[in-house]
Every structure is written in structure tokens, then in C-alpha cells.
């Protein structure tokens, strides 16, 4: 995994976090029998984030990430980026 901010290689750091979508489907109406329902499951900390710190938060990153089969993924992010809910709705 890599990040660069504007051209200049940012440090990468692994870190564990709770993951927004995977609190999202904990608390989705459809996954409740009764609306009052808790979920049945808790989330935990997740291993798979991945945190860089750019000198503007304004300012656009690339970031790249390699999968285990040698598949490399690319995004050049402008920020900041919007958390769009309709990215993950069945369609």
C-alpha cells in the first residue's frame, strides 16, 4: 500500500478501527425482527485500515493498494471525500 499526497510519498501506518459499514449493517432495520431490537452481534476493533497524515486536508491523495493475488487498485482522492451511503445499497 502506498500514499502520496500531490506527487510526495506519505507514511503509511497500519491501524484498527470500527468500521462505518460494518456498523451500518448492524443497525439496519432490515436485519432486526422487531424495530426495538438490538443487534444480536457487536462490532470490534478491524485490522484492515490504513492511515496517512497529508499536510492540507484539502488537498488531493493517490492512493494504491496491491491485493494478494498482485491485482493493484488506484484511487486519486479529492478532499474531502463525501461518505455516500448509495455506494453501498443493492441496486
Excluded: C
Amino acid at each position: 500500500m502506498s500514499i502520496s499526497e500531490e506527487g510526495q510519498e506519505l507514511t503509511v501506518t497500519k491501524d484498527y478501527a470500527y468500521d462505518p459499514v460494518h456498523i451500518m449493517a448492524l443497525t439496519s432495520e432490515r436485519l432486526k425482527s422487531n424495530p426495538s431490537d438490538e443487534p444480536s452481534f457487536l462490532t470490534t476493533l478491524w485490522p484492515h485500515f490504513f492511515k496517512a497524515k497529508a499536510s492540507s486536508p484539502s488537498s488531493t491523495v493517490t492512493i494504491k493498494v496491491t491485493d494478494r493475488n498482485g491485482k493493484t487498485y488506484t484511487e486519486t482522492m479529492k478532499r474531502p471525500k463525501a461518505f455516500d451511503l448509495g455506494a453501498y445499497k443493492n441496486n
